[in-house]
C-alpha cells in the first residue's frame, strides 16, 4: 500500500536537503517512521510537511518521497495551500492519509483540497480543550500583561484565543476524517463528543530510544531534585509547582527544581526585560516572594540524550499541567523507571496507575503534590518499586514494535 504521512515537523532528510536543520523535532515520530517503512506491506512512503518557503519542494530517497509545502504561519488557515495539497494528493495518489495531530490548520487545508474518504487523523493534544478558559488559565484568576505581550499580540488572554480559534481548525479535521485515532479514554470521550462516530482506533505512540535503553539509579541520582519538562505557559502548571516548592523547602533546604526550556523569567539585561513575557512575569513574582531564586534551574532546550541524562541525575519527575493527552515527558520518565508524580487530569490516569507506578494528584491540590513529592524523597524502597513498575508498563505501552503493527492493521482496516 501507498501511505502519505502529513506531519507537523520537517523530517532530517528534507531538513539536511534544504538547510534547515533548527526544525528537526519528533524523534518518537521519527521511531514509529523507521518501523513502518521496513514492513513489507508498505510499498512507498509519502511524508509532507508545512515550511516557510515560497514554493513545494520535493525530494526522493528510494522509496521515500519528502515535500515541504509553503506555509507563513500553520496556526492560521491559508486557502492559497489547497492548491499544493491537490497537486501532491493526484501525484501520488496515496491509499492511506494518516495527518499526525490536529493542532495545525494545514491539516484541514488538506481535508478541504482532497476529502477525507482515506485519511485518518491522530490525535496528539487537543488545542480545542486546552484553549478552554480554566484550562488554559489553569487555576490563576489574573495575569499581568507586559510591553512584549502588547507588541506581539500575545498576552497569556490572547494566546488562549489562538488557542480557541485554533480549536475550530481541529473540530473540523476531526469530524472530516474517516479514522480518529487515539491512545486514551480521554481523547476518545472528545473524539466521539466531536463527531458524534464510532470511528476510534486505538494505538499507543513510541516514544525517543534512548529512553528504552536507559536505567534510572537511585545511587546515582542528585538528591532532593525534581525535574519537570516545560514551563512556556500556564497549561503546564508550572505556578502549581512552585506552590508545592513553598512547603517543601521548610523541610528540605537543598531542593532544586530543573526545568527544560528557555528561561522564560529572564529579566535582568533591558532586552531580557523587553523579551519578558505576561506568564514570565507572573512566576518571577512568586518566585521571589518565597524567596525560591536559588531552588529552580533553568536548563535550556535539551536534546535527546540531554533531556535523558537529566532525567537520569533527578529524584523525581513531576507533571504539574492543568490539562495533558498521555505527554510523552512522562512516558519517557517512566520508560527510564523513575519514580513520578503526576496531576491526574485528561489521558494522565491510563498511563500511570495511582500509588502503584507514582502518585496522581487533583491540579489544583499543590498541598496533595508537596506530600507525595516528600513521600518519595523520604522512601528509597517506594521510590525504586514506583519506578519499576512505571518502566514495567512504559515499555508494554511504547512497545516500537507493536505500535507499528497495530498502525498497519488500521491502515487495512481501511482499505
Not at 507525595?372 to 522512601?379: A, G, K, M, P
Amino acid at each position: 500500500m501507498k501511505v502519505m504521512w502529513i506531519v507537523n515537523t520537517v523530517f532530517p532528510k528534507p531538513a539536511e536537503e534544504f538547510g534547515i536543520g533548527k526544525q528537526v523535532f519528533g524523534g518518537w515520530l521519527l521511531g514509529l517512521f523507521n518501523e513502518v517503512k521496513e514492513n513489507k506491506k508498505i510499498e512507498k512512503i509519502i511524508i509532507a510537511a508545512t515550511y516557510n518557503c515560497k514554493e513545494l519542494k520535493k525530494i526522493e530517497d528510494k522509496n521515500i518521497t519528502y515535500y515541504l509545502v509553503p506555509c507563513k504561519k500553520n496556526t492560521k488557515y491559508d486557502k492559497t495551500q489547497e492548491k499544493y495539497w491537490k497537486i501532491i494528493n493526484e501525484t501520488e495518489n496515496p491509499d492511506i492519509v494518516h495527518i499526525h495531530g490536529t493542532e495545525y490548520a494545514h491539516s484541514l487545508c488538506y481535508l478541504n483540497a482532497c476529502g477525507g474518504k482515506n485519511v485518518c487523523t491522530s490525535i496528539q493534544g487537543l488545542v480545542s480543550v486546552c484553549g478552554k478558559k480554566f484550562n488554559y488559565y489553569a487555576g490563576v484568576s489574573k495575569y499581568p500583561i507586559t510591553f512584549r505581550d502588547i507588541i506581539r499580540n500575545d498576552s497569556v488572554y490572547q494566546a488562549r484565543e489562538k488557542f480557541e480559534k485554533r480549536g475550530k481548525y481541529e473540530i473540523e479535521t476531526l469530524k472530516k476524517s474517516r479514522v480518529i485515532i487515539g491512545r486514551t479514554n480521554w481523547d476518545k470521550a472528545h473524539a466521539y463528543s466531536i463527531t458524534n462516530k464510532e470511528n476510534y482506533e486505538k494505538c499507543n505512540e513510541s516514544l525517543r530510544k534512548s529512553f528504552y535503553e536507559k536505567k534510572w539509579d537511585i545511587n546515582n541520582i542528585e538528591r532532593h531534585t525534581i525535574f519537570i519538562s516545560q514551563a512556556s505557559y500556564p497549561i503546564k502548571g508550572f505556578h502549581k509547582m512552585i506552590e508545592a516548592a513553598v512547603i517543601l523547602k521548610k523541610k528540605y533546604k537543598d531542593i532544586k527544581i530543573y526545568v527544560a526550556g528557555t528561561q522564560i523569567t529572564k529579566n535582568k539585561t533591558l532586552k531580557e526585560k523587553i523579551k519578558l513575557s505576561g506568564y514570565g512575569k507572573y512566576l518571577i513574582k512568586i518566585i521571589k516572594d518565597n524567596n525560591l531564586e536559588n531552588s529552580i534551574v533553568f536548563t535550556g532546550l535539551l536534546n535527546e540524550e540531554q533531556m535523558c541524562s537529566r532525567l537520569l541525575k533527578s529524584h523525581i519527575f513531576v507533571q504539574a499541567s492543568s490539562i495533558e493527552n498521555s505527554p510523552n515527558s512522562l512516558g519517557e520518565a517512566m520508560l527510564l523507571g523513575m519514580p513520578c508524580v503526576a496531576s491526574y487530569v485528561g489521558g494522565t490516569s491510563d498511563m500511570l496507575l495511582d500509588k502503584k507506578e507514582g502518585f496522581l494528584y487533583p491540579f489544583n491540590e499543590s498541598e496533595m503534590l508537596a506530600n507525595y513529592i516528600s513521600q518519595l524523597f523520604e522512601n528509597d524502597n517506594l521510590a525504586i518499586e514506583m519506578g519499576k513498575n512505571a518502566r514495567k508498563h512504559a515499555i508494554e505501552t511504547h512497545d516500537y514494535k507493536k505500535n507499528a503493527k497495530r498502525i498497519i492493521e488500521i491502515y487495512e482496516k481501511m482499505i
